[in-house]
């Protein structure tokens, strides 16, 4: 069975300092890993995922993450908060070639970036 | 632009009711996904459909029923055998072909609410 670990509720950050938002894992096998953002009364935005390759990952909004197979991790990171940051974040897997069956989503951290 | 409309935005269930969340896709997607989003607990599968006229139970399809008459929509009833429908339900795609390494795509959200 696939499962997704966000470990924070929420974290807090100053704005202009590095944020980081924790995700591990289990899976059998291989994974593809996805982060989402939400904000309020929103659908979920498609941040960044991990296919296969470097294990640093670009995003938009200046979001990467880094994949660490031995820790099962795929923290989300960003160098410089945003108030606009502010959000509710979800990483998401599948096991590779599994085809198209669902994503198992983490239960998400809000992340509070304060100006 | 492509993409997934879900209607209504918000929604209002008096008990005992049944009523039906709307889902539509013009991304040409196969697989179309049902969420249920409740504080704390992250995004929980209701049910999905790879193909048309077939689907699959999620983790908490007690009380829901769904449809995949079309390729391009799949409709979420929440019945009256659902004891706790008040939430936040998301509507997502993603293709069928490949690995599995598509994001899915998600739609704005219902809010339900049992008055």
């Known amino acids: 069975a696939q499962s997704v670990a966000q470990p924070e509720d929420q974290v807090n950050v100053a704005e202009g300092n590095p944020l980081t938002v924790k995700c591990t894992y289990s899976?059998?096998?291989?994974?593809?890993l996805f982060w989402y953002v939400q904000y309020p009364n929103r659908g979920l935005q498609f941040l960044l995922k991990?296919?296969?390759?470097?294990?640093l990952v670009k995003g938009s909004y200046g979001f990467e993450a880094e994949f660490n197979k031995s820790q099962t991790s795929f923290h989300l990171k960003k160098p410089s908060a945003l108030v606009s940051d502010s959000a509710l974040y979800f990483c998401?897997?599948?096991?590779?070639?599994?085809?198209?069956?669902?994503?198992?989503f983490g239960k998400g951290t809000r992340l509070s970036v304060i100006a | 632009d492509g993409g997934i409309t879900q209607s209504p935005k918000y929604l209002f269930r008096k008990e005992g009711q049944n009523v039906t969340l709307s889902c539509e896709q013009n991304?040409?997607?196969?697989?179309m996904y049902w969420y249920r989003q409740d504080p704390g607990q992250g995004l929980r599968l209701i049910y999905y459909?790879?193909?048309?006229?077939?689907?699959q139970k999620g983790d908490i399809a007690e009380g829901y029923s769904v449809s995949r008459e079309k390729k391009e929509s799949f409709p979420l009833t929440v019945t009256s055998a659902q004891k706790n429908p008040t939430a936040f339900y998301l509507c997502?795609?993603?293709?069928?072909?490949?690995?599995?390494?598509?994001?899915?795509?998600f739609g704005s959200g219902t809010r339900l609410t049992v008055v």
């Open positions: 997502a795609s993603t293709p069928l072909t490949g690995p599995g390494d598509y994001a899915a795509t």
């Open positions: 899976v059998s096998g291989n994974p593809y």
């Open positions: 991990y296919i296969t390759g470097d294990n």
């Open positions: 998401a897997v599948r096991a590779l070639n599994s085809g198209n069956t669902p994503l198992v």
């Open positions: 991304l040409n997607h196969d697989a």
């Open positions: 459909s790879q193909i048309v006229n077939d689907f």
